[in-house]
């Protein structure tokens, strides 16, 4: 692009305008992504088709459908790196960009993630543990897979299924026709219920040389199948299971000479951790590093996307909390009185269940355990969110 001054050996300009990354989407990890990258002196442009995106302020906006030719083809102009912020890109359109610009993570990670099955596969020939599942297309798979997996069982759509949509579980082996006639007619997979003790997330990321860091273990709370909770480090982890969680990301980035973040949702039972699913891309679960860590996972992936050398996964205190923000949460000005609150908001209008920011607490934090303990401001504010 004119006016962009020419790269250091890094990646980075010295002076002038920076490198433009493009990105496909624009929601909050968009925007997230852009506040992150703009301290580097990156600049962005964002393919989105809806109006007034959370990235609005951000950059600049072609409004188009994501497989939309010249949509594309805009986005992909003069950029350093294109990369998405959403994981149901259309493959097809990462292999159009691809032609015109770097795309990371690369366009396989999209395809591997965007089908529960080909996920699962994936996950078991990189000997990566999963719940035992089976493939559904019609009633007769379903009683069969029932009576293979035994109940209770979950089924979901193998597509487009996300914060717990297009998923039911069935407690009994005669239930199995309801679930049908809610999610039939689409490519299903039902998989065993995992007995798990807890979740946990592992957040890693992987530069354009194959530099790797993974973040601590996040351990996760999710209600009706959303992300309302996330604590680092994860209570008792130690280097085993940490060291667990790394080799599955790095199996996973390893096999699609994978760039940027990825993060892997985990099912604790005993020692064991099976994967559930990955997302190519940043990830709630990591919203946490924003204030907890010493390089978030927001400039990570764009370190990694524009070939810069990663930064520190390391914790910035002893941990943090992450709460998500849903709905229209109230008494958003009590929030943040509370000392070490860190609030993230996305400027989306609320809905019932709809994530319109999120709150970070650091232990420490500035109010001294000696003072308020971490447990105490959290309680606080998970007293106000509930109201
Ligand atoms: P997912 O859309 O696969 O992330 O599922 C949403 C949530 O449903 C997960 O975070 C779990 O709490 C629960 N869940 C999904 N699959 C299973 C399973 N096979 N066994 C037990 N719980 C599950």
Not at 2 to 12: E, T
Not at 30 to 36: D, K, N, T, V
Not at 120 to 147: N, Q, W
Not at 205 to 231: A, K
């Amino acid at each position: 692009m004119s006016g962009q001054a020419p790269p250091r050996s890094d990646g980075l300009p010295v002076s002038g305008r920076g490198p433009v990354v493009g990105i496909v989407g624009g929601g909050q990890l968009g925007r997230m992504l852009a506040l992150a990258g703009r301290p580097l002196g990156l600049r962005f442009r964002f393919l989105e088709p809806k109006d007034d995106p959370p990235v609005s302020e951000l950059g600049q906006v072609i409004q188009a459908p994501y497989d939309d030719r010249e949509g594309l083809q805009a986005l992909a102009e003069g950029v350093a790196a294109v990369t998405y912020e959403f994981e149901n890109v259309p493959v097809e359109s990462a292999r159009v960009l691809e032609q015109m610009a770097p795309v990371f993570p690369p366009p396989a990670a999209l395809a591997m993630a965007q089908d529960r099955l080909t996920e699962k596969e994936s996950f078991r020939r990189l000997g990566i543990e999963t719940a035992p599942y089976h493939p559904v297309d019609s009633l007769t798979d379903l009683r069969e897979a029932l009576k293979k997996l035994g109940a209770p069982a979950v089924l979901k759509t193998r597509r487009f299924g996300y914060d717990g949509k297009g998923q039911v579980v069935i407690d009994s082996l005669e239930d199995g026709e309801e679930a049908w006639s809610e999610l039939g007619g689409r490519p299903l997979i039902l998989e065993g219920f995992v007995p798990f003790e807890r979740e946990l997330s592992i957040v890693a990321v992987r530069g354009r040389d194959g530099e790797f860091r993974d973040y601590p273990l996040v351990e996760n709370d999710h209600r009706d199948g959303i992300l309302v909770r996330s604590r680092v480090p994860a209570r008792g982890v130690d280097e085993e299971l940490q060291s667990k969680a790394r080799r599955i990301s790095e199996a996973v980035m390893d096999e699609l000479d994978y760039v940027g973040v990825l993060a892997v949702e985990l099912f604790q039972v005993g020692d064991a951790l099976l994967a559930n699913e990955m997302a190519p891309r940043v990830h709630n679960s990591g919203h946490w590093t924003q204030d907890g860590a010493w390089t978030c996972q927001f400039e990570n992936h764009l370190r990694a996307v524009i070939g810069l050398t990663l930064g520190s996964t390391g914790l910035r205190g002893e941990g943090a909390h992450m709460l998500n923000l849903l709905g229209d949460p109230p008494r958003r000005e009590r929030l943040a009185a509370i000392p070490g609150a860190a609030i993230h908001l996305y400027e989306k209008d609320p809905r019932p269940g709809r994530k319109v920011g999120h709150v970070n607490l650091i232990a420490g934090g500035g109010s001294g355990p000696a003072e308020r303990s971490l447990e105490d401001r959290l309680r606080e504010a998970i007293e106000l969110l509930d109201g």
